[in-house]
T-cell receptor, first 113, second 113 residues
């Protein structure tokens, strides 16, 4: 079964610190790697996504790092804020018609003031 | 912003009742999904559809059923609710000919007494 392993399960960071969430995948056919952010009582929403032709993608305080040889990718949240407290899901998919994402298990991030 | 709606948002019912959770999207997406999620925890895919009259069971076995008679509508039905069905149910949709960027609804929080 195609799997995406996510760690840690939970993370507590002080305001201003760096939050790092890691994911590893097995299927080398995966070529689309999005991250979703979910606030309590809401559905997940797409945060940022990367394709394997680049090793890093940055949007504001959020950066995805991608290591194709290691089959790993990570989300870095710089200058973490209490408003970033949420559950984060990594996912992987194949960029072809009719495919569907495989989600990681999720990371509950708490940023303390 | 994605236009995907779920009703009701909250539902408390007694054991043995039949319920239908509604999900509608106005984006014309061919692919639609139902996930079961305990708050802040892993997303479990229970059903998906790639178009009208197409439904498939997901990775997590579920006693619920779904139908897809119209592109925009993907209801989920429980014939006889039990306390073990207590959970949050999330609906999502995505385009068929694009990477599987899924747009989620706000969820239905179901409590079965």
């Amino acid at each position: 079964q195609q799997q995406v392993k996510q760690s840690p399960q939970s993370l507590i960071v002080q305001k201003g610190g760096i939050s790092i969430i890691n994911c590893a995948y097995e299927n080398t056919a995966f070529d689309y790697f999005p991250w979703y952010q979910q606030f309590p009582g809401k559905g997940p929403a797409l945060l940022i996504a990367i394709r394997p032709d680049v090793s890093e993608k940055k949007e504001g305080r959020f950066t995805i790092s991608f290591n194709k040889s290691a089959k790993q990718f990570s989300l870095h949240i710089m200058d973490s804020q209490p408003g970033d407290s949420a559950t984060y899901f990594c996912a992987a998919g194949v960029e072809t018609s009719g495919s569907r994402l495989t989600f990681g298990e999720g990371t509950q991030l708490t940023v303390n003031p | 912003e994605a236009d995907i709606y779920q009703t009701p948002r909250y539902l408390v019912i007694g054991t043995g009742k039949k319920i239908t959770l509604e999900c509608s999207q106005t984006m014309g997406h061919d692919k639609m999904y139902w996930y079961q999620q305990d708050p802040g925890m892993e997303l479990h895919l229970i059903h998906y559809s790639y178009g009208v009259n197409s439904t498939e069971k997901g990775d997590l076995s579920s006693e619920s059923t779904v139908s897809r008679i119209r592109t925009e509508h993907f209801p989920l039905t429980l014939e006889s609710a039990r306390p073990s069905h207590t959970s949050q149910y999330l609906c999502a949709s995505s385009e068929y000919f694009e990477p599987d960027t899924q747009y989620f609804g706000p969820g239905t929080r179901l409590t079965v007494l």
